[in-house]
């Protein structure tokens, strides 16, 4: 769910929260019942992240955590919000600030500061600014932030300096701080408190016990609800360093609480800022020892690789039964079937063990039940699954939420890509039962009319109105921009179905399943024959959007189609044809392909799914102009993408931009709300890189194939060192030029072949 409107918010009780209301100025629109009231300063404000699984914390640039409801401002964990404020003063004023800049692999925050000019009332100035360094810096673990800050004193003196952090705890759910208005809440505790330490304490109306713990490494002078103050004396050039871990969760959720249970008069040496910044360094390169390592010849295109990388390492969250990467932050840290599904593919041939994780995990809360509340049938894969009181009380419908219809034929296409990419039969059998269930689904509650085309109507009136990867209420319409009716059958689901169909198929014939390989390869032939007939437009040289509830099609330009022709569920001429029109001037913008053509009645730039620019959406399109001869298209996304990123000056891409044409000398216009880090979009750079080097690979004859590969002259060289095939390994470097790509093998391991088609 990726919701949104136009309605203000109401003030909660007293004694709900400490922090106080702000009004919000913008409403920006992110889908349909649910929406994101954003302070018109949050467009202005330069944040910072830390994330890792299902915690986060964002900041601004000074690494304060600025008290403003409506932005997503705090330290996050499993949708509530435990720490609303956080911000540092040195003698009752904000610090200068110097710099702000996150470690290389996004583990660390490290903000510097300095005072301002210190005096009495009658204007003498007793101490000058850039007198005193602060250098402050965050950490993140599972439900735990760790702050430290140094005070460095560079005077040739003593120097008494009055300190203070000023906190603030509102538990509020993070639907509550994307605008949902809640007319009740629990009861916010007295807090515990001691010398060294703070416990604050809410009991929600769900009756769970939600707690955010402070403890501090050197008591403070003065401690309460609102502060901790420091009165500091510095002897001439000299440092001191004072840290603070702040621990939440929910007492009544085991997955929900930190690792340390125990209250202790301070935090012992396993407890500090260094040991969980060297926890969460030994984290990142554990999971990246297992992910083909991908460099660039050109420093650019490394960094945004390596950012890219950084994001998808803070989304990724583990559990006994494996890995898989949620959705984003801030709005959508938590599973998401579409999102998690889609990274998974673009990842597949880097990082296998990330699709194993997702579909593990995918299967583990596969829907059991009709229960209309929830949009849920027997073998439908969960679209979104929420933890907060919200959720838990049901004033969301998305506790565990199945309302997208695209989930489940997207689960069964990452199985089947993930057996013949891996050659693990092992999981495939382990996964089989709920293969059955996904596919029966379709037969059963996908398409209950019998036409072959899996379609949607929602089943709660809370729930999505749209069910595609567009699920905003406006998202879906005909040239007149009438709203389509449902059920709906989306183009780019058949797509899916018919890749669902096709992998699926060659995954049961190893397994010696020949009636259901069969039984599959025939329904996607006819798939692709009454595709041609109800959703090809020949007329327009594009695919319809939709179908809508007449069988009526959708006789509108959207990205929508270039779905199809990365599923090859488009003949060669329907593909050459959508190819043009794709990167045509309606479409492209000269950063990527728009959601939705400039012509169409419903285009806007600034919208959500009607005409903005999504980096996932672009991986998806690069991947299927790369069926074109040339890969002309491809090669224009992925400059258009590359260009973007570096524009944005946020390192790696966002979840989406504005759809406004390129202009000479101008950047991509940013989308206010967007997240980031976002997966599927930080994974898009992986689903272009399988595009231009035509890679794929054959788990079962161990086999890598890089079917005519292209590399423009401006990457350079592209080398891809540790790619597992099969039992065993293969490295390689492409290097671009005016001539062409050229393939050189720099290392191999295990019974491998590497096959190089031109």
């Given at each position: 769910?990726?919701?949104?409107?136009?309605?203000?918010?109401?003030?909660p009780?007293?004694?709900?929260?400490?922090?106080?209301?702000?009004?919000?100025?913008?409403?920006?629109?992110?889908?349909?019942?649910?929406?994101i009231?954003?302070?018109?300063?949050?467009?202005?404000?330069?944040?910072?992240?830390?994330?890792?699984?299902?915690?986060f914390?964002?900041?601004?640039?000074?690494?304060?955590?600025?008290?403003?409801?409506?932005?997503?401002?705090?330290?996050?964990?499993?949708?509530?919000?435990?720490?609303?404020?956080?911000?540092?003063?040195?003698?009752?004023?904000?610090?200068?600030?110097l710099?702000?800049?996150?470690?290389?692999?996004?583990?660390?925050?490290?903000?510097?500061?300095?005072?301002?000019?210190?005096?009495d009332?009658?204007?003498?100035?007793?101490?000058?600014?850039?007198?005193?360094?602060?250098?402050?810096?965050?950490?993140?673990?599972?439900?735990?932030?760790?702050?430290?800050?140094?005070?460095?004193?560079?005077?040739?003196?003593?120097?008494?300096?009055?300190?203070?952090?000023?906190?603030?705890?509102?538990?509020?759910?993070?639907?509550?701080?994307?605008?949902?208005?809640?007319?009740?809440?629990?009861?916010?505790?007295?807090?515990?408190?001691?010398?060294?330490r703070?416990?604050?304490?809410?009991?929600?109306?769900?009756?769970?016990?939600?707690?955010?713990?402070?403890?501090?490494?050197?008591?403070?002078?003065?401690?309460?609800?609102?502060?901790?103050?420091?009165?500091l004396?510095?002897?001439?050039?000299?440092?001191?360093?004072?840290e603070?871990?702040?621990?939440?969760?929910?007492?009544?959720?085991?997955?929900?609480?930190?690792?340390?249970?125990?209250?202790?008069?301070?935090?012992?040496?396993?407890?500090?800022?260094?040991?969980?910044?060297?926890?969460?360094?030994?984290?990142?390169?554990?999971?990246?020892?297992?992910?083909?390592?991908?460099?660039?010849?050109?420093?650019?295109?490394?960094?945004?690789?390596?950012?890219?990388?950084?994001?998808?390492?803070?989304?990724?969250?583990?559990?006994?039964?494996?890995?898989?990467?949620?959705?984003?932050?801030?709005?959508?840290?938590?599973?998401?079937?579409?999102?998690?599904?889609?990274?998974?593919?673009?990842?597949?041939?880097?990082?296998?063990?990330?699709?194993?994780?997702?579909?593990?995990?995918?299967?583990?809360?596969?829907?059991?039940?009709?229960?209309?509340?929830?949009?849920?049938?027997?073998?439908?894969?969960?679209?979104?699954?929420?933890?907060?009181?919200?959720?838990?009380?049901?004033?969301?419908?998305?506790?565990?939420?199945?309302?997208?219809?695209?989930?489940?034929?997207?689960f069964?296409?990452?199985?089947?890509?993930?057996?013949?990419?891996?050659?693990?039969?092992?999981?495939?059998?382990e996964?089989?039962?709920?293969?059955?269930?996904?596919?029966?689904?379709?037969?059963?509650?996908?398409?209950?009319?019998?036409?072959?085309?899996?379609?949607?109507?929602?089943?709660?009136?809370?729930?999505?109105?749209?069910?595609?990867?567009?699920?905003?209420?406006?998202?879906?319409?005909?040239?007149?921009?009438?709203?389509?009716?449902?059920?709906?059958?989306?183009?780019?689901?058949?797509?899916?179905?018919?890749?669902?169909?096709?992998?699926?198929?060659?995954?049961?014939?190893?397994?010696?399943?020949?009636?259901?390989?069969?039984?599959l390869?025939?329904?996607?032939?006819?798939?692709?024959?009454?595709?041609?007939?109800?959703?090809?437009?020949?007329?327009?040289?594009?695919?319809?959007?939709?179908?809508?509830?007449?069988?009526?099609?959708?006789?509108?330009?959207?990205?929508?189609?270039?779905?199809?022709?990365?599923?090859?569920?488009?003949?060669?001429?329907?593909?050459?044809?959508?190819?043009?029109?794709?990167?045509?001037?309606?479409?492209?913008?000269?950063?990527?392909?728009?959601?939705?053509?400039?012509?169409?009645?419903?285009?806007?730039?600034?919208?959500?799914?009607?005409?903005?620019?999504?980096?996932?959406?672009?991986?998806?399109?690069?991947?299927?102009l790369?069926?074109?001869?040339?890969?002309?298209?491809?090669?224009?996304?992925?400059?258009?993408?590359?260009?973007?990123?570096i524009?944005?000056?946020?390192?790696?891409?966002?979840?989406?931009?504005?759809?406004?044409?390129?202009?000479?000398?101008?950047?991509?216009?940013?989308?206010?709300?967007?997240?980031?880090?976002?997966?599927?979009?930080?994974?898009?750079?992986?689903?272009?890189?399988?595009?231009?080097?035509?890679?794929?690979?054959?788990?079962?004859?161990?086999?890598?194939v890089?079917?005519?590969?292209?590399?423009?002259?401006w990457?350079?060289?592209?080398?891809?060192?540790?790619?597992?095939?099969?039992?065993?390994?293969?490295?390689?470097?492409?290097?671009?030029?005016s001539?062409g790509?050229?393939?050189?093998?720099?290392?191999?391991?295990?019974?491998?072949?590497?096959?190089?088609?031109?």
């Amino acid at each position: 769910m990726k919701p949104s409107s136009e309605s203000g918010r109401t003030t909660p009780p007293s004694g709900r929260r400490t922090s106080a209301l702000k009004p919000a100025k913008t409403v920006l629109k992110v889908g349909s019942t649910f929406y994101i009231l954003a302070s018109s300063l949050s467009s202005r404000r330069t944040t910072r992240v830390l994330a890792d699984g299902h915690s986060f914390a964002i900041f601004d640039a000074g690494g304060d955590i600025v008290e403003s409801p409506l932005e997503a401002l705090g330290l996050f964990h499993r949708d509530t919000r435990y720490l609303s404020r956080f911000e540092l003063r040195v003698a009752g004023q904000t610090p200068y600030f110097l710099n702000s800049f996150l470690s290389d692999d996004k583990a660390q925050l490290r903000v510097n500061l300095t005072n301002p000019d210190l005096g009495d009332h009658g204007g003498t100035i007793d101490l000058p600014r850039n007198s005193i360094q602060l250098q402050r810096s965050w950490a993140l673990g599972p439900a735990t932030l760790f702050h430290r800050l140094v005070v460095r004193n560079y005077t040739q003196a003593p120097v008494s300096l009055d300190l203070e952090f000023r906190f603030g705890v509102d538990f509020a759910d993070l639907f509550e701080v994307r605008g949902v208005k809640r007319l009740h809440h629990g009861e916010m505790l007295t807090p515990e408190r001691r010398k060294d330490r703070i416990k604050f304490l809410y009991r929600g109306l769900d009756q769970a016990m939600r707690f955010s713990a402070f403890h501090f490494s050197r008591p403070p002078t003065a401690l309460d609800a609102k502060r901790a103050a420091y009165a500091l004396k510095l002897e001439a050039e000299s440092d001191l360093a004072l840290e603070l871990r702040i621990e939440c969760g929910n007492e009544g959720d085991p997955d929900s609480i930190p690792l340390r249970t125990k209250d202790t008069t301070a935090p012992s040496s396993s407890e500090s800022f260094d040991h969980a910044l060297a926890a969460r360094h030994a984290q990142v390169a554990h999971a990246e020892a297992g992910w083909a390592k991908v460099t660039a010849g050109n420093e650019l295109i490394n960094s945004l690789l390596r950012h890219s990388e950084c994001d998808l390492m803070s989304l990724m969250t583990h559990d006994a039964r494996g890995t898989y990467i949620m959705a984003g932050i801030p709005w959508f840290a938590t599973l998401f079937g579409r999102d998690s599904i889609i990274t998974a593919l673009s990842m597949l041939p880097f990082s296998p063990g990330v699709a194993a994780g997702t579909l593990r995990t995918l299967a583990r809360f596969q829907g059991t039940e009709v229960n209309a509340d929830r949009d849920e049938q027997p073998g439908k894969i969960v679209h979104e699954m929420r933890f907060g009181e919200m959720a838990v009380l049901h004033e969301i419908p998305f506790g565990r939420y199945y309302g997208s219809v695209d989930s489940t034929p997207l689960f069964l296409w990452l199985y089947g890509r993930y057996v013949a990419t891996t050659g693990d039969l092992k999981l495939a059998a382990e996964l089989w039962p709920h293969i059955e269930r996904a596919l029966e689904w379709i037969d059963k509650y996908g398409d209950p009319d019998g036409d072959g085309y899996v379609e949607y109507m929602r089943e709660t009136p809370q729930g999505l109105s749209n069910q595609g990867w567009k699920d905003s209420f406006d998202s879906i319409s005909h040239a007149d921009g009438t709203l389509a009716r449902a059920p709906i059958a989306l183009c780019e689901v058949q797509g899916y179905l018919y890749a669902a169909y096709t992998s699926v198929a060659d995954a049961a014939a190893r397994m010696n399943r020949n009636a259901v390989a069969s039984r599959l390869a025939d329904r996607a032939r006819a798939l692709k024959i009454a595709f041609a007939r109800d959703f090809w437009l020949d007329d327009e040289g594009m695919v319809a959007l939709a179908l809508d509830g007449d069988k009526k099609p959708c006789r509108v330009m959207a990205s929508n189609g270039a779905h199809c022709l990365a599923t090859g569920l488009l003949d060669a001429h329907q593909s050459a044809t959508l190819a043009k029109r794709l990167m045509a001037n309606d479409m492209f913008s000269g950063w990527g392909v728009r959601t939705l053509s400039t012509t169409a009645r419903r285009y806007n730039p600034m919208s959500y799914h009607n005409g903005s620019v999504w980096p996932h959406d672009n991986g998806i399109a690069a991947l299927g102009l790369a069926r074109i001869p040339g890969r002309d298209g491809t090669l224009r996304i992925m400059r258009g993408m590359f260009d973007s990123a570096i524009e944005l000056h946020a390192g790696s891409l966002p979840e989406l931009f504005c759809g406004f044409t390129r202009e000479a000398n101008l950047g991509p216009v940013p989308y206010p709300v967007a997240c980031h880090p976002q997966a599927w979009a930080a994974a898009s750079v992986m689903m272009m890189l399988q595009a231009i080097l035509g890679l794929r690979l054959d788990g079962f004859e161990r086999r890598l194939v890089l079917d005519s590969p292209v590399l423009p002259e401006w990457i350079g060289s592209l080398s891809i060192e540790g790619m597992r095939v099969g039992t065993g390994s293969a490295s390689f470097t492409v290097r671009g030029s005016s001539k062409g790509a050229t393939v050189e093998i720099t290392d191999k391991s295990g019974p491998v072949s590497i096959e190089v088609k031109s």
